[in-house]
């Protein structure tokens, strides 16, 4: 069981895709991210979500990450925060984000 002073160590914000295209040097397919989290600044993640997005479908759209984790290298790229989404199958995921827009940064407790 995980406590709730454990959960509270996760960073898990709201953030806007400004910038989205394939990552052509990922062993799986994937997208790279650019993410705007307010304050906490913009923020790079590779994201295998692209059995049901295009790259053109993730800008502009709202999305959940964790920001504490430390950054991977995924081929020529570093991912810096990890976008969340709900795992249908290997290569199917629905992204999460809230049911109306809040602002970028906004924490999730």
Same mark, same amino acid.
């Given at each position: +069981?995980?406590?709730? #002073?454990?959960?509270?160590?996760?960073?898990?914000?709201? *953030?806007?895709?400004?910038?989205? /295209? %394939?990552?052509?040097?990922?062993?799986?397919?994937?997208?790279? !991210?650019?993410?705007?989290? @307010?304050?906490? *600044?913009?923020?790079?993640?590779?994201?295998?979500?692209?059995?049901?997005?295009?790259?053109?479908?993730?800008? @502009?759209? #709202?999305?959940?990450?964790? !920001?504490?984790?430390?950054? /991977? /290298?995924?081929?020529?790229?570093?991912?810096?925060?990890?976008?969340? *989404?709900? +795992?249908?199958?290997?290569?199917?995921?629905? !992204? !999460?984000?809230?049911? #109306? %827009?809040? %602002?970028? *940064?906004?924490?999730?407790?």
């Amino acid at each position: +069981m995980v406590t709730v #002073q454990e959960f509270s160590r996760f960073e898990i914000r709201v *953030g806007t895709v400004t910038a989205a /295209r %394939p990552h052509p040097t990922a062993h799986k397919p994937s997208i790279q !991210l650019e993410i705007d989290f @307010g304050d906490a *600044g913009v923020k790079t993640s590779s994201a295998q979500v692209t059995g049901r997005y295009s790259p053109e479908q993730l800008v @502009g759209r #709202q999305v959940v990450a964790v !920001l504490n984790f430390s950054p /991977r /290298r995924i081929g020529d790229f570093t991912s810096e925060v990890l976008v969340l *989404g709900a +795992m249908l199958g290997d290569a199917d995921v629905v !992204l !999460l984000a809230p049911d #109306q %827009p809040v %602002p970028n *940064g906004s924490p999730i407790g």
